[in-house]
């Protein structure tokens, strides 16, 4: 759609070949080199150890690399929602998310007011009715292209800025966006489809060169592990990483990482010595497989033991999944499972810093399908961020 196309941005913390896993929104925000509370969750300082790396998060890609086309941009582990929780958090350029009841919305963030509450932001924009609508050939078309100005409700909203390994400059997202609005013919017959021309793609369209969803990704992997396997393909992460891979939704880069991290031997519970403090279980829950940190061990006999485990523990149909301690027994029956990551294959904290870290973020409610689950979160608190 372009004439020209100017050179992609790297972003270093995005990238697998040195990392040990995918980096939570925690270490991805404290990449963000800005001078505002995007360094603070919940007003508490991240725990993420910082990495040499880090200091300069975007660079230019190498000559040889400009075309987009050329890079796995629409990889969903290189492509990373973080939340935040002020206006300082937010630049022009910034693709940004908001939560909503049936999908998620997006825009691109052209300018931001004077008065540092008000956001002047470009969007493909719908109702949930022409959403549905937009799903039939025969009715497509049903959203158009419109620049508005919108102050955020950062306390009733989940509102989240998009990170990418690979994107244009910001300002050159600002230039993409406004061209196309300003393109009134185009703007104002934006052919909607809820699947494969939504507001995640004109906004991914705008950052990358390239439009694509990566919730409608996620929709349709998750449609075929349950259709194959029931819940238990859906939760299996290791064959869900490979039909990532299969179905072109991840990088190479990203699903050898995967296959390493994922891969990690699991040992089954069959006595007291199989659980201790700061180590990772795994267990069946509502049908799903679930992982969990050990907090605590409390009480044991010849059946079963008792932990204090932190978990992102399901709290309802309509209400918000929380990271919770909570107790829970144990049998001997192996059916419950310890994760085995130890060095020197895994380069992990200490099982009372693994303890801390869990605490810390209690009460967290930023879970999402296959980003922020409890298992990226019990990940998150084992295994230190870099390769040893």
């Known amino acids: 759609m372009e004439d020209q196309q100017p050179a992609l941005i790297r972003s270093s913390s995005l990238d697998p070949k040195f990392l040990q896993r995918p980096p939570s929104h925690r270490s991805i925000t404290r990449s963000r080199i800005v001078p505002s ?16 790396n880090d200091k300069d998060p975007e660079r230019h890609c190498d000559s040889k690399k400009k075309d987009p086309e050329k890079h796995q941009v629409r990889c969903i582990e290189c492509v ?3 939340p935040v929780f002020s206006c300082h958090d937010i630049e022009a350029g910034d693709h940004v998310v908001f939560s909503g009841a049936v999908y998620d919305h997006h825009g691109i963030i052209i300018s931001k007011l004077n008065d540092d509450e008000t956001f002047e932001i470009i ?16 009715f497509g078309g049903k959203a158009e292209i419109k620049c508005s100005f919108k102050k955020f409700d950062f306390d ?4 989240c800025v998009v990170v990418y390994r690979h994107r244009y400059s910001k300002e050159e997202t600002v230039r993409r966006a406004t061209g196309f609005y300003n393109r009134k013919e185009d703007s104002k017959k934006y052919k909607y489809d809820l699947f494969y021309n939504n507001c995640e793609h004109f906004a991914t369209y705008c950052v990358t060169g390239q439009n694509f969803s990566v919730q409608v990704s996620k929709f349709r992997l998750t449609w075929k ?3 194959s396997s029931g819940f238990v393909g859906v939760s299996d992460e290791l064959e869900r990483n490979k039909k990532e891979f299969e179905n072109g939704i991840i990088c190479d880069d990203c699903y050898e990482m995967n296959k390493k991290l994922l ?4 040992k089954p519970i069959v006595s007291e010595r199989d659980v201790q403090k700061g180590d990772i279980i795994r267990y069946s829950y509502w049908n799903l497989w679930h992982d969990a940190v050990v907090l ?4 044991t006999n010849k059946n079963s033991v008792v932990c204090s485990i932190a978990h992102y523990a399901f709290c309802g149909p309509f209400s918000h999944r929380t990271i919770k301690e909570e107790m829970k027994e144990i049998p001997f029956n192996g059916q419950s499972l310890k994760l085995d990551y130890a060095p020197p294959q895994y380069n992990v904290y200490e099982p009372d810093k693994v303890v801390k870290r869990a605490r810390k973020r209690l009460g967290e409610q930023l879970f999402v399908f296959f980003s922020n689950d409890s298992s990226h979160f019990a990940r998150w608190c084992k ?3 870099r390769r040893s």
Do not use: C, M, R
Not at 43 to 51: A, F, H, V
Not at 263 to 266: D, F, I, K, L, Q
């Open 37 to 52: 509370s995007i360094s603070f969750v919940d007003q508490q300082p991240l725990t993420e150890e910082p990495e040499p």
């Open 80 to 82: 990373k929602a973080i």
């Open 123 to 138: 969007e493909a924009t719908n109702t949930i009715s022409g959403a549905v609508l937009g799903v039939s050939k025969f």
């Open 156 to 159: 009733g909203e989940k509102i």
């Open 225 to 227: 592990l349950f259709w």
């Open 263 to 266: 891969g990690v031997g699991v």
């Open 296 to 299: 605590e061990v409390s009480n």
């Open 383 to 385: 295994l230190k961020l």
